[in-house]
């Protein structure tokens, strides 16, 4: 258990429809990251929170959005799903925003199958 | 962040050291060389990390290049559980960066009886 909680850990859904992923990083961690993991794409990074402020983006779609609340915990949201959304998310959370080392613990994931 | 080549695939007996290479020939002064891996689809697992000088955990260890270019993460006694996709990446560290990492296609190490 890396400390890193991913909900669902599996989610099954059509076309069009709309899911929320969330993430409760590590105690005391300050940053969430979001990446997705296509099966020919790798691990793309998609955002950066850090302490509810958005950080960096990355390869986010419009459709895709997120956010990060006082309490830390992190929510990603793909609306008008498209098949080849259907890939692996996962979150990670990091103690300091960038200053010297960073290093960064990821969750279990959230696969996600759009039909 | 500087960019890194790994070789895409490498083998290994299971007991033996396995030695993965890593490129970072554009590397700054101020950039980490980071190692991650990711077991069949399981979240990237972080192993360790180095600046400059030569870094051991319990995990594996790191040697950097004197000239920083290139560094080699060394498993030294390999197990079937070893078996994964090994990231090296290069970030910088400082005030001000986002922190983010980003991945490339990894080295996938095959441990093998």
């Known amino acids: 258990d890396s400390g890193v909680t991913q909900t669902p850990k599996h989610l099954i859904t059509a076309t069009g429809q709309r899911v929320t992923l969330r993430c409760s990083p590590r105690s005391g961690d300050l940053s969430v990251y979001w990446y997705q993991q296509s099966l020919d794409q790798g691990l793309q990074f998609l955002i950066q929170?850090?302490?509810?402020?958005?950080?960096a983006k990355g390869n986010i779609l419009e459709r895709f959005s997120a956010q990060q609340f006082p309490d830390l915990h992190s929510e990603l949201n793909l609306s008008s799903l498209e098949l080849g959304d259907s890939a692996l998310y996962f979150c990670?959370?990091?103690?300091?925003?960038?200053?010297?080392?960073?290093?960064?613990?990821f969750g279990a994931g959230s696969r996600l199958t759009v039909l | 962040d500087a960019k890194t080549t790994q070789p895409t695939s490498m083998d290994c007996a299971e007991g033996r050291a396995a030695n993965l290479p890593c490129n970072h020939s554009t590397i700054s002064g101020n950039e980490y060389v980071y190692w991650y891996r990711q077991i069949h689809s399981q979240g990237p697992q972080y192993i360790i990390h180095g600046l400059k000088n030569n870094e051991t955990n319990e995990m594996a260890s790191l040697i950097i290049t004197e000239d920083r270019k290139s560094s080699t993460l060394i498993l030294p006694h390999a197990t079937l559980r070893d078996t994964a996709v090994y990231y090296c990446?290069?970030?910088?560290?400082?005030?001000?960066?986002?922190?983010?990492?980003?991945f490339g296609q990894g080295t996938t190490l095959q441990v093998k009886p």
């Open positions: 990670a959370s990091s103690a300091r925003q960038g200053s010297g080392a960073n290093v960064l613990t």
């Open positions: 929170y850090y302490n509810g402020e958005e950080r």
């Open positions: 990446i290069v970030r910088v560290g400082g005030s001000g960066n986002t922190g983010k990492l980003i």
